[in-house]
């Protein structure tokens, strides 16, 4: 009965059509976001960044861990961006925006956000150990080091770990992306269901596989770039895509008719 209430609640609502490249103009727009009102974001940023450099500190002897716990980032991430999804909200309003905008996004009597969170850190979580069980499990030799997985995981031609490893990933990752895609903006703006923001993503992702794709490609792309620059980058590219993936929400799906989340 609740499936179905929430099914019936997804379907109040539209999708709409957006071409294959909108989802640049989702990263032009994030972009303007960050510019108007940089510190909140920059924040997030920053608080990414030094915890990615924690997460080497911790185990760069570990590599095998290490490629989980980075991929493992990325599910959790969406939920990471609540604050800034509020930011962008203000901004879309002309309304003045701050940090403690942000921080009010995170209010604890909306278990909602809570409940998506704790799926997403098991989500990420389940991957990481599932991870380094296989590196560890079926490496030929130990992986302690970035040099050590590219010899022995990526370039090794008598072994098929590297694409068991990928496609465990990718199987994990696609339904996570397609259920949090718009779904934490969401529950963010609008009062709905955890369940029926999930669903909601679902049908966008469905809808539109190409444009979707291309934003799912971006996100690992940009992602992957900043963990590169020594986390550094992460300062610039997590704001970036916090608040693009607000526009992306704006966008892809009609809430007219919902009441909006004070």
């Keep these: 009965m609740r499936n179905e209430k929430a099914l019936a609640e997804s379907r109040s609502f ?10 640049l103009g989702w990263l032009a727009r994030g972009l303007q976001d960050l510019w108007r009102c940089p510190v909140p974001g920059l924040l997030h940023g920053l608080a990414a960044a030094l915890f990615g450099m924690l997460i080497w500190r911790a185990a760069r002897d570990h590599f095998w861990l290490l490629a989980g716990a980075f991929s493992g980032f990325l ?6 961006a609540t604050g800034l999804y509020a930011i962008s909200r203000r901004l879309e309003r002309d309304q003045p925006a701050s940090w403690r905008d942000a921080l009010h996004a ?30 560890t499990g079926f490496a030929p030799a130990p992986i302690n080091s970035p040099r050590d997985f590219l010899r022995v995981v990526v370039l090794d031609d008598h072994s098929w770990l590297f694409e068991a490893w ?12 397609a259920s949090s895609v718009v779904a934490i903006p969401m529950l963010l703006d609008r009062q709905v269901s955890v369940f029926a ?4 993503s679902w ?16 996100i690992l792309g940009l992602s992957l770039l900043g963990m590169a ?18 526009h992306a929400y704006r966008d892809l799906v009609d809430t007219s008719r919902l009441p909006e989340r004070a």
């Excluded at 990928?166 to 992306?177: K, N, Q, T, W, Y």
């Excluded at 020594?230 to 916090?242: D, H, R, S, T």
Aim: glycine fraction near 8%; charged fraction near 5%.
């Design 14 to 23: 539209g999708v709409r059509n957006v071409p294959t490249l909108r989802p």
């Design 75 to 80: 599910l959790v991430a969406p939920v990471v």
């Design 106 to 135: 995170w209010r604890p009597h909306d278990s909602r956000l809570v409940i998506f969170g704790l799926l997403l850190a098991l989500a990420g979580t389940g991957w990481v150990l599932t991870s380094a069980s296989l590196i």
């Design 166 to 177: 990928l496609m465990l990933g990718g199987v994990l990752a696609a339904p996570v992306f």
């Design 197 to 200: 923001a999930v669903l909601t």
């Design 203 to 218: 049908r966008v992702v469905m809808a539109h596989p190409l444009p979707m794709a291309l934003w799912a490609a971006l």
């Design 229 to 246: 620059a020594a986390m550094l980058g992460l300062i610039v590219v997590v704001p970036w895509l916090g608040h693009a993936s607000w």
